[in-house]
């Protein structure tokens, strides 16, 4: 049986979401790189890039940054010019050598869709891939904020998409079991998203492991100081 992973990111939803758009990628990309500037320099990763709309403002800064992600639909909807800086692959498996890479970027939370185990050792493994000096960015969920804040059931209309959702925290995982509308067609799916809810403490205890230090941590893409309430924890490591 396919994880939800495998099967969500889809074309449902790149509608869903396609408020998180260009605008909000290049506050968030220029921000970090004020603050890392190490992303400006050699080759650098958009792990669970997506259509690309991060790694499009990054290559402005950096001719060697590129992109890998699992959905081949999200990857077929990137602009022409990404194509050639794009793989298609599971994070858990990254075709990467280790000790080649300045930065890593994690944006829109695809950190945490895997069992502890597994999220331990891509957390390792992606502080091995790193150079001495390199960087590591985390755009993870407040987890804190989402146990205190949850909305347990919505429903939204986005792009002649309906979807009902319902939410719950089982097993310390943010469950999302979503059923969409497809308002013209009538047509109607099941979709599920969970991700493992991670404290800054948890986050920051697997990256010392990995040997990564921790240098910055925002709460917002316009890079406001993290606080109790930041709708983000947008953290930046440096390998020793």
Known sequence: MADWFEEWFDADYALLYAHRDAEEARMAVGRVLRLAPELAQGPVLDLACGAGRHLEILRRANPLAFGMDLSPTLLGMAAGSLRPWLLRGDMRRLPVKEGS?????????????????????????????????????????????????????????????????????????????????????????????SVRLYSPAELQAMASEAGLHLRRVLGTYAGEAFQQDSPRWIGIFEKA
């Open 101 to 193: 890479l300045s930065g890593i970027c994690l944006w829109f939370t695809p950190f945490g869709y895997f069992p502890d185990d597994e999220n331990r050792a891509l957390m390792l493994h992606l502080g091995a891939l790193l150079r001495p000096g390199g960087v590591l960015v985390m755009d993870y969920l407040n987890a804190d904020l989402v146990s205190r804040s949850l909305e347990a059931e919505d429903t939204v209309e986005r792009n002649g998409i309906r979807v009902d959702s319902r939410r719950s925290i089982e097993e310390q995982r943010l469950l999302k079991r979503m059923t969409l509308t497809n308002l013209a067609s009538g047509e109607t799916r099941k979709a599920l998203e």
